[in-house]
């Protein structure tokens, strides 16, 4: 993936494809990351008491998923601890909202049909509103929260843009960004707003990175 790299306290951070042995932290990671995103709190019904438990049920769904379909999971590792994880989809799978049907299957049953249907209705509106033919979806991204503001997100979104460069055919790297946290973050790493993008009741911002983009320094 990149080759690894060092920081001012001589720390090894490199970054690579998840191990199957890292998929339960990872899936931890990203619950941390997404507990309050508005979109899975008007989805999962943030108010309801089993919030928790279907957001769980979620995240490990795909990750299982994107586990079957070969799609790229990048781990960044400090040392030999996993900090930080982000989930693309890649131009040859594209961004279909017709999963697996025993993944869909699994959401019902784990987190209710009504929910499966609104986060199907999310990836239809979201992929209607990109202009290119073929590109990745960042669609899950986390770095450990006693690891953050300390550059290492950029380590990673690093690592992620560069599939530009193992995938020829790919216009660029797209995001759907619903906070102004994240907002800020992928305008440093180099992505620009496309349009704004309202899915229920939640407004948010379709960002891209494309092929030759510049990252802020």
Avoid at 88 to 100: A, K, Q, V
Avoid at 113 to 128: C, L, N, P, V, W
Avoid at 163 to 179: F, K, R
Wanted: glycine fraction near 6%; charge should be negative; aromatic fraction near 10%.
């Amino acid at each position: 993936m990149t080759d690894s790299v060092t920081i001012e306290n001589d720390l090894d951070i490199r970054a690579e494809y998840l191990s199957n042995e890292d998929l339960k932290l990872a899936a931890s990671l990203l619950y941390q990351s997404y507990q309050d995103d508005p979109i899975f709190l008007d989805i999962f019904n943030g108010d309801k008491p089993d919030y928790e438990q279907r957001l769980r049920a979620l995240i490990r769904e795909e990750l299982g998923i994107f586990c079957q379909a070969k799609q790229p999971m990048v781990g960044l590792y400090l040392g030999e601890t996993l900090v930080g994880v982000a989930c693309l989809n890649s131009p040859t799978e594209g961004f279909d909202s017709n999963r697996f049907w025993h993944w869909r299957l699994k959401m019902m049953l784990s987190a209710g049909y009504f929910s499966t249907k609104q986060m199907i209705e999310k990836e239809k509106i979201i992929a209607e509103a990109v202009p290119f033919n073929a590109y990745h979806m960042l669609s899950l991204i986390a770095i450990h929260p006693l690891h953050q503001h300390h550059g290492l997100g950029h380590y990673l979104m690093s690592a992620v843009n560069n599939m530009l460069e193992e995938h020829p055919s790919s216009e660029g790297v797209v995001v759907y960004a619903t906070t102004h946290k994240y907002l800020n973050f992928f305008k440093d790493v180099g992505y620009q707003v496309i349009k704004e993008v309202q899915v229920g009741k939640v407004s948010g911002s379709l960002m891209a990175y494309t092929r030759g983009s510049t990252t802020a320094s």
